[in-house]
């Protein structure tokens, strides 16, 4: 099982890709 911290830190990382592949 993944640490919920390990996922929240997942979690922004695929947002901040996303966002720097929008711009």
């Known amino acids: 099982m993944v640490n919920i911290s390990e996922q ?11 966002i720097l592949q929008k711009e």
């Open 8 to 18: 929240y830190f997942l979690h922004i990382m695929g947002k901040s890709t996303i």
